[in-house]
């Protein structure tokens, strides 16, 4: 495994292999791997001939008061996951490699990222595709994987790939959860254990709402009071949001037919969890 | 030569052609090409194997009120032209094909783009890098090649590709002038014989200031008024401004040392015409 810490050397190998006709996966991450992550890597094994992970905490989408700063940056224990789970290039620029002082061009998606995180993460998602882009360029891979637990992010990412007419094809990577059910996140490890077992409320709303589904259940704020319950119950819990969203537009619905997804963001402590699901019906 | 009219067919050239490893030089324009566009062809031609030339009048660039729907539009004239300049694309997509009834993902520069034009014509600039940008993922050119005329634009575009990291080498075309001096531009077509004559001052103005500069002079308030007093023999003129920029920065000088960018905006009639020059000093 070869690991890259500067742009220039990064875009070099990336010109170097495409002209060779090599096909490019790439996983961008901010670290602090785990079982999710590595999923996200296989599924770009799978559609290439060589993988590059990236590791970048990107200061400009976290804000002011969020976790920038203690955001884990456990460097060798990443290393050797990459190394273990087959990546080829590890990419890992610092700040001043990525951002010159004087940085002064962003990106921003105005319609689907301002619902959601979005709307509490004000500039977050500027944040987002700005890197994105920027490593994008940087890696020019043929395919890209990013998990399905960011849902919002996923889609923002896809609208800019489609609005920007940016030659990547996007992998969605289905979330990853631990034997409990929590959606594996390197925020996970800010939870007590105390936390870390009131966390498991997040999957037992969507699974109640999804057993709803089933029942035949189609009215939004029914579903909504159904999952609320359910949160409700663990009193650690701070709900941020609880949104039912067409799966394309991110815009409400009030009824469930054909993709809607569902997305939850809480807090326990200090720590913002989120986690999501698709609901699919039949359509009635 | 090759037409292609889509998006996706354009692509699909492009990434065709650079597995084969072959070099792809870029000119973007919004048609009524003259000869200040075919300089900038020859320029493509002499670093790449394949020339794309592109056509479209950017709608987003335009502000309500401006000369949009009115922008010549010669297409055979334009076919020819490109035919007979060894262009091996012409890519001339239609506004549906460049942009999504939904489309929500702009790209903002927001220092270099604040003065200038820019102060007067709010927003341009992001319909220019937006625009830019899903060009070269269209195109996937290796270098690109963009006029000094619009020098601000120039600065612009470098910033976002520094910025962004974006893998295309950016050659600036020098400015291609009448026999009377006069920068050649698509606009020009809009003046009568009398403003025409008229708009002669824009490098009457500028030669006048080189021979300041000449003379020893350096304090850009006094260049300032001998530039002002040019122009100002002319009555049909309206200044838009006259700006002493740091050539990188674009930021206001006071004195004029290494490189300073003078950018000239005037009005004459309906039209406006823009001209600039980089004055060039031993180091004092």
Redesign the interface.
């Known amino acids: 495994m070869e690991i890259i810490r500067t742009?220039r050397e990064m875009?070099r190998w990336a010109?170097e292999e495409?002209?060779k006709?090599r096909f490019i996966g790439f996983v961008p991450t901010m670290g602090c791997l785990h079982e999710g992550h590595l999923s996200l890597v296989k599924l770009a094994r799978s559609r290439s001939d060589l993988v590059v992970l990236s590791i970048f905490v990107n200061p400009i989408q976290f804000l002011p008061g969020e976790d920038f700063s203690r955001y884990p940056r456990p460097v060798e224990r990443d290393e050797s996951l990459c190394l273990e789970s087959g990546v080829d290039v590890l990419f890992y620029p610092d700040s001043a490699q990525m951002?010159?002082p004087?940085?002064?061009?962003?990106?921003?998606?105005?319609?689907?990222s301002r619902g959601l995180c979005g709307a509490t993460r004000s500039g977050h998602f500027k944040g987002v595709?700005?890197v994105v882009?920027?490593l994008f360029?940087?890696v020019?891979p043929d395919v890209a994987v990013f998990g399905q637990k960011d849902a919002q992010q996923l889609r923002v990412i896809q609208?800019?790939i489609?609005?920007?007419?940016?030659?990547v094809e996007i992998i969605p990577g289905p979330i990853v959860r631990e034997p409990d059910g929590l959606a594996m996140s390197s925020r996970n490890r800010y939870l007590t254990p105390a936390e870390r077992q009131d966390a498991l409320c997040l999957r037992r709303a969507l699974d109640h709402v999804e057993k709803c589904i089933q029942e035949g259940e189609r009215d939004v704020e029914t579903l909504r009071k159904e999952l609320a319950g359910v949160l409700d119950r663990v009193p650690a819990v701070r709900v941020e949001y609880i949104e039912f969203v067409d799966d394309e537009?991110l815009q409400p619905v009030k009824r469930v037919e054909r993709l809607v997804l569902v997305a939850l963001a809480i807090r326990i402590g200090l720590t913002r969890l989120i986690d999501n699901t698709v609901l699919m019906t039949r359509q009635d």
Chains 1, 2 share one sequence.
């Not at 489609?162 to 030659?167: A, F, G, H, K």
């Open positions: 742009v875009q010109l495409k002209r006709g951002y010159a004087d940085h002064s061009v962003i990106i921003e998606e105005t319609l689907l595709t700005t882009a920027k360029n940087i020019i609208r800019m489609r609005d920007l007419n940016i030659p537009t």
